[in-house]
């Protein structure tokens, strides 16, 4: 029997390890596939964006608004609008310290990157992080000069994709000097100013290349936020981005710690009060806003010649500040408009609110108010025209028409009274009556003859200025009374010129058309005499200049008003809160009466005192006489004239 093998134990069949080389392999392809898809598509996207790319050779020729600059009645520029471009600056026309401030604040890689810096961008996205909000930009030099010249400045996608295509054509176009050359030329500074040279002359009156280190460092502030930065706005926070600057050019070693010390604590220049948020901007809104209206082309610069009295307009943006500031909180009255006319309707100041800065909304030319007892000289008017008398006797008593029971201020009543007594101490009552009298209808044409323009309706409450009418049109209403009834526009525009002389427009002086009659107005003006002299309106006296006035007050002391006039000037002061709400019993005879007064006793302080138009019909009988006198004495002389050299 043969020898039987050992049966060997059988082995466990062992599985194959599982290799992962499949699974690398499978991402690999995958991510090799998207990343060819996503590059296509990222092709393709940015050359959807290449598709309207502007050309950038046109560097030098981005459009411009026109200029607009407005000048005051001497001349003096206070106001800019449009863009205005400056000399134009190479490198080497400005000072060293100009384009290292802008270097150091803006883009300190320029002279080292291709257009675009990758490190920092990531610098910007980490300290934006670290911040929890956008502290620092990435963009650099080229592509805000990009940015700038070409393109809108909407947060899109596409428009950042177009920002970086443009900035590598730019920097594969031209130098990097060129670059900056141009950035320095055309960069928005601010108060409509492009280039360095114009921010020169907007904010400090010199050209470029004289400009110090503590006024580059200024104009390179500017960039981040040139309303913010700007000098002649905010110039606390202006010197406080300088410093910032001046510290970054330490660092980058353009200066030393020392020249940055002695920059602050330099005295600075008189800087340019001129620009947006300068003194007289309201009235410069207004001019603006009419220059469409006044000539064909608007698309050339501009220079207008403006009525406006730069030394009135600072009176009395003083003293609106000054009444606002000590009484306005603990009266609540948190706003005022005030207008100067002259006697042939210029206009020499206006003040459309308290702050421009804060509010441009225009109060003088665009808030419809009730005017209240102002409005009632025209009432009185329209009736004098028809045979009422300032001595005639008329009853203060309640009264009741239809639903409409008008009231005295106080609720008392003075029983019988003459008009002049009751248009001195505003009687509510007898001014429905005189309105009655006269007729809405003849009152309204009234107010339509003497430039009210604004609705107005036509019932009993029409007498004590329940229509809105804005205080622009109260001023026109006291000038024409102030003219003797003549037809007084107030216009702010003498001419406007182009920027090459051609004159485009021209106020025509022409005599104004008498509306109402003289001796009527005349009336009416010794009746206004008496609101200042022992009625209502005795705090806005002149001493013994003559003052003609009348003061308003509407229901719940929402609106309060002075309105009058010398021989010189006439002027409408109104007060009140924006949102409609009550003062604290401010009447027209308290705080406009006395902010009138304050600023007219300046204004009139070096004028003669002359009489007012009060002379009624015996006046015009003399100025008639005068007048023929003088043409007869004229013909009498020539006759003489003729008869001595031999002719007949």
Known sequence: ??????????????????????????????GFV?????????GFYVGYCALDLPDVHQVTQAPLRPSVEVESDDGTVFARYGDLIGEHVSLSDVPAYLPEAI???????????FG??????????????????????????TQQLAKNLFLSPERAMKRKVQEVLLALWLEHTYTKDQILTAYLNRVYLGSGAYGVDAAAQTYFNKPAHDLNLRESALIAGLLRAPSRFSPMHNPAQAMDRAKVVMQAMVEEDYITDAQRRAAIASQPSAERKRGNGGEGHYFADWVYDQIGPMIADTEQDMIVKTTLDLSLERLAERHVEDMLSKQGEARKVSEAALITVAPDGAVRALIGGRDYRQSQFNRATQ?????????KPIVYLSAIEQGLTQDEIISDEPLTIGNYSPENY????????????????????????VLQRAGVANVIATARDLGVTSPLERDAALALGAS???????????ASLAAGGKAITPYAIKEIDSRAGQVLYRHNDVTPPQVVGASSVATLTSMMEEVVKSGTGKAASLGSRQVAGKTGTTSDYRDAWFAGFTADYTTVVWMGNDDNSPTKRVTGGTLPATLWHNYMMDAERTLPETSLKTGGVVQQIIEGAEAIT??????FGAFIDNVMGGKR
């Open 630 to 635: 003088d043409d007869a004495s004229k013909a």
């Open 116 to 141: 675009v810096d990758i490190l920092g961008i990531l610098r910007a996205a980490v300290r934006n992080v670290a911040a929890g909000h956008t502290v620092q930009g990435g963009s650099t030099l």
């Open 468 to 478: 809105e009418v804005t205080p622009l049109e109260l001023a026109t209403v006291y």
């Open 1 to 30: 029997m043969p020898p039987q093998k050992k049966k060997l134990p059988l082995k466990k069949k062992v599985a194959p390890k599982k290799s992962n080389n499949g699974f690398i392999r499978f991402l690999l392809r995958t």
């Open 367 to 375: 808030a419809q108010r009730q005017p209240g007892s102002s409005f």
């Open 410 to 433: 106080e609720g008392k009543y003075l029983g019988l009274i003459t008009v002049r007594q009751a248009l001195a101490e505003s009687i509510n009552t007898v001014a429905v009556r």
């Open 103 to 113: 270097i150091s604040i803006e883009d300190r890689r320029f002279y080292h990157h």
């Open 34 to 42: 998207v990343g060819l898809w996503a590059s296509v598509a990222v």
